[in-house]
């Protein structure tokens, strides 16, 4: 069974920094993109970054580009987002999720969170002062 483990949450300063990991088990992880989302209360689950199976290829929404950097370890199972310059407004729970498809599921694209079959738990990120 598939599975994706969120951490690295918590509470930072406005201009902080944290560091969020993905662990995914249950599957040969090199086959697999990875992609970050976000939700914050009353909105909508949005698309923050991906990295492609073989982490060649990246994209961050433009709301965190320059502030945040996904890279991954393969050896490790792991997906990071590195995030720094953290605003108020990034306070959200933070969501890792990949695609089962097979034509897709390496491919570092935006989809329509319904297409998307995995999702680890969350992991709560608040920034205030």
């Known amino acids: 069974q598939l599975q994706l483990v969120e951490s690295g949450g918590g509470l930072v300063q406005p201009g902080g920094s944290l560091r969020l990991s993905c662990v995914a088990s249950?599957?040969?992880?090199?086959?697999?993109?990875i992609h970050w989302f976000r939700q914050a209360p009353g909105k909508e689950r949005e698309g923050v970054s991906c990295i492609s199976s073989d982490g060649g290829s990246t994209k961050y929404t433009d709301s965190v580009k320059g502030r945040f950097t996904i890279a991954r370890d393969n050896a490790k199972n792991t997906v990071y987002l590195q995030m720094d310059s953290l605003k108020p407004e990034d306070t959200a729970v933070y969501y890792c999720?990949?695609?089962?498809?097979?034509?897709?599921?390496?491919?570092?694209?935006?989809?329509?969170?319904?297409?998307?079959?995995?999702w680890g738990q969350g992991t709560q990120v608040t920034v205030s002062s």
């Open positions: 249950g599957l040969t992880f090199r086959n697999y993109a």
């Open positions: 999720a990949t695609v089962s498809r097979l034509a897709t599921r390496s491919l570092c694209l935006f989809w329509p969170t319904t297409d998307y079959t995995y």
